[in-house]
């Protein structure tokens, strides 16, 4: 059982940045992915990473060339750096991590693909 904890969630100005951090309790050798929730809507896809080797990444159309993932091996750890953040980015945003490497967007950005989340961490982005 892999443990994901995230960090770095808050309130920010519009057009501002904030980074969120995933921490795994131990080496995941799977995918690894962002997903938000904002307040009555379903949760959606926001980024994704596979392999701790082989970089490879994955966007949502409404966080491209914004958003950026990435991870640290050595700490084992998955970054969401977010910038030019907008209202519509305010949402709970989750960490997810699969027991397998996906290389299909249609995979990487359905929930359904992941084993492990974390709780959770809120993003409040004022305009």
């Known amino acids: 059982q892999v443990q994901l904890v995230e960090s770095g969630g808050g309130l920010v100005q519009a057009g501002g940045s904030l980074r969120l951090s995933c921490t795994a309790s131990r080496r995941t050798s799977g995918t690894m992915a962002w997903f938000r929730q904002a307040l009555g809507k379903e949760r959606e896809f926001v980024a994704a990473i596979s392999s701790w080797q082989e970089t490879q990444t994955y966007y949502a159309d409404s966080v491209k060339g914004r958003f950026t993932i990435s991870r640290d091996n050595a700490k084992d750890v998955v970054y969401l750096q977010m910038n030019n953040l907008k209202s519509e980015d305010t949402a709970d945003y989750y960490c997810?991590?699969?027991?397998?490497?996906?290389?299909?967007?249609?995979?990487?950005?359905?929930?359904?693909?992941?084993?492990?989340w974390g709780q959770g961490t809120q993003v409040t982005v004022s305009s």
């Open positions: 997810a991590g699969a027991g397998t490497i996906y290389f299909s967007f249609d995979f990487v950005a359905d929930e359904n693909t992941y084993a492990y």
